[in-house]
């Protein structure tokens, strides 16, 4: 069993900053990508940022500059800085990341946390 943990969202004025996290845990032999996506009311899911196991970003053009992502590989655990947030970033922002566990070493799977909240008032 894989699990992915979300935590750090919360309500905060436009303006402020938060920071997520998403710890992996279970039956893990490598983690390769890690990501960010996030989903508004009456929207579809979308990418915010992503990064690979060794490292290398990309972001949605709307968060350019003023989100970052990182990860601890060794803490199996991804972090999303959100800086300048506004309220079209409200939204439940979901941790995503390409597994292989001890069983299939050789075989990545995606797996999804249960999301986190952020709300960005006005």
């Known amino acids: 069993q894989v699990q992915l943990v979300e935590s750090g969202g919360g309500l905060v004025q436009a303006g402020g900053s938060l920071r997520l996290s998403c710890a992996a845990s279970?039956?893990?032999?490598?983690?390769?990508?890690m990501g960010w996506h996030r989903q508004a009311p009456g929207k579809e899911r979308e990418l915010v940022a992503g990064i690979s196991r060794g490292g290398r970003t990309n972001y949605a053009d709307s968060v350019k500059g003023r989100f970052t992502i990182s990860r601890d590989n060794a803490k199996k655990t991804v972090y999303l800085q959100m800086n300048s947030l506004n309220p079209e970033d409200t939204a439940v922002y979901y941790c995503?990341?390409?597994?292989?566990?001890?069983?299939?070493?050789?075989?990545?799977?995606?797996?999804w946390g249960q999301g986190t909240q952020v709300a960005v008032s006005s």
């Open positions: 995503a990341a390409s597994i292989a566990s001890w069983n299939r070493p050789d075989s990545f799977d995606n797996y």
């Open positions: 279970g039956n893990i032999f490598s983690i390769n990508r």
